[in-house]
C-alpha cells in the first residue's frame, strides 16, 4: 500500500499474505506506524489497496464497485473503530436499532436485540441517552453492542477496548469470544489488550509494513488472500 501526499510517497504495506480461518479470533499486533490500522481498513474494505487482493468469505472484494462494497461490509461485517461512528441524533439504543433495520431485521426484533446488547455490555440505563450525553468509554461499549448484536460472520476492531474499565474490558472480551466459538464469526482485531491476547487463537505481527511473524495456539488455516503491497 503507498499513500501519496503531494509529491511524497509512503510505502506502509510490503507484500503482506495472510489467511484468517472462520470462527478464529486473529489480532494483529504491532509498534506504532506498523501498518496494523492501514491492513485492517484494507481488508474492511475501507481502504483500496494500491496493490494486491482481498478475500473475504470466498469474494474477491478488491474487484467490487463502490455500491456492491456498501452491501457486503453491511451484510456481512461488523466494525468496532476508533471513532464509533454513532449518529449523534440518535439515542444509544436507536443507533443499534437502525444499524439491525438496515440489515433487514424487523422494527421489534431490532428493538428486543438493542435492549439485550445494552444490558449486555452494561449501558442498560443509558439507552435513551444521545452521544453527546455518554462518556467516551460508554460510546465505544454502544459501538460494540451495535457491531454484537447484528452477529456479523466477520468482525473487525481497532483497539475495541483501549478506554474500558478491567470488568467492562473482561465482560466485551468474554462477548467477543462467545461470536466467534459460538456463532463462528471470524474477528480480526488491533489490540494490546493482554485480555485479549489470552483469547485469541493466533496472533500476526507487523513490523514496518512487513509481518515479522505469527505465533499460534491452533494451526488450521482455510481460505486465502492475495497479497497485499
Ligand atoms: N492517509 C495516509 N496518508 C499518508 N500516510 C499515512 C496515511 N495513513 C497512514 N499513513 C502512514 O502509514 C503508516 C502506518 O499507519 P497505521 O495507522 O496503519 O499504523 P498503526 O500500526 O496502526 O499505528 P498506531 O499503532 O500508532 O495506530 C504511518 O507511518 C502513517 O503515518
Not at 480461518?21 to 491492513?39: C, D, N, V
Not at 440489515?103 to 439507552?127: I, M, P
Not at 474500558?164 to 463462528?184: F, H, P, R, W, Y
Request: glycine share 10%.
Amino acid at each position: 500500500m503507498v499513500f501519496r501526499t503531494g509529491s511524497v510517497e509512503t510505502r506502509v504495506l510490503k507484500g503482506i499474505d495472510l489467511t484468517v480461518s472462520a470462527g478464529e479470533i486473529r489480532l494483529l499486533m504491532g509498534p506504532s506506524g506498523s501498518g496494523k490500522t492501514t491492513l485492517l481498513s484494507i481488508l474492511a474494505g475501507i481502504l483500496t489497496p494500491t496493490g494486491g487482493r482481498v478475500n473475504l468469505l470466498g469474494q474477491e472484494i478488491t474487484g467490487l464497485s463502490r455500491r456492491q462494497l456498501a452491501r457486503f461490509r453491511r451484510r456481512h461485517i461488523g466494525f468496532i473503530f476508533q471513532d464509533f461512528n454513532l449518529f449523534p441524533a440518535l439515542t444509544a439504543a436507536e443507533n443499534i436499532e437502525l444499524a439491525l433495520k438496515i440489515k433487514q431485521r424487523s422494527t421489534a426484533e431490532a428493538k428486543r436485540l438493542a435492549a439485550e446488547y445494552l444490558e449486555q455490555v452494561g449501558l442498560a440505563d443509558r439507552a435513551r441517552h444521545l452521544p453527546k450525553d455518554l462518556s467516551g468509554g460508554q460510546k465505544q461499549r454502544v459501538a460494540i453492542a451495535r457491531a454484537l448484536a447484528g452477529s456479523p460472520k466477520i468482525l473487525m476492531a481497532d483497539e475495541p477496548t483501549a478506554a474500558l474499565d478491567s470488568k467492562t474490558g473482561q465482560t466485551v472480551v468474554a462477548l467477543i469470544q462467545n461470536l466467534a466459538k459460538e456463532k463462528g464469526c471470524t474477528v480480526l482485531m488491533v489490540t494490546h489488550d493482554p485480555r485479549i491476547t489470552d483469547a485469541a487463537d493466533r496472533i500476526t505481527h507487523l513490523e514496518d509494513g512487513l509481518i515479522s511473524h505469527s505465533s499460534s495456539w491452533q494451526t488450521r488455516e482455510v481460505g486465502g488472500n492475495g497479497v497485499i503491497g
